[in-house]
């Protein structure tokens, strides 16, 4: 079993920053790319940053600039850094990993709680 639990959201004023992490759980033989998406009210998802297990980072243009994705491995933690943050960052934030679980051949994705992350003043 496998779980990826998020913390750090909330309520922030504009300008302001927030970190969110996202740490995995379980039998887990191997992990390769960590992402975080968003998903704003009305809006499609959308994948905002990822990081691959060699390090390998892509911005979506929106978030490039005043986000920073990092992971740690040794923990299965990704964080995800958000600064400068504007109204038109509301959303949920998930995140995402593509594990190898113990006994499993094949990585498969899963996904954390999703975390409201709120820019208002």
């Known amino acids: 079993q496998v779980q990826l639990v998020e913390s750090g959201g909330g309520l922030v004023q504009p300008g302001g920053s927030l970190r969110l992490s996202c740490a995995a759980s379980?039998?887990?033989?191997?992990?390769?790319?960590m992402g975080w998406y968003r998903q704003a009210p009305g809006k499609q998802l959308e994948l905002i940053a990822r990081?691959?297990?060699?390090?390998?980072?892509n911005y979506a243009d929106s978030v490039r600039g005043r986000f920073t994705v990092s992971r740690d491995s040794a923990k299965s933690t990704v964080y995800l850094q958000m600064n400068s943050l504007k109204p038109e960052d509301t959303a949920v934030y998930s995140c995402?990993?593509?594990?190898?679980?113990?006994?499993?051949?094949?990585?498969?994705?899963?996904w954390g709680q999703g975390t409201q992350v709120t820019v208002s003043s």
């Open positions: 990081i691959g297990s060699g390090g390998t980072i």
């Open positions: 995402m990993m593509m594990i190898t679980a113990q006994g499993r051949f094949s990585a498969q994705d899963y």
């Open positions: 379980g039998s887990i033989e191997r992990i390769s790319n």
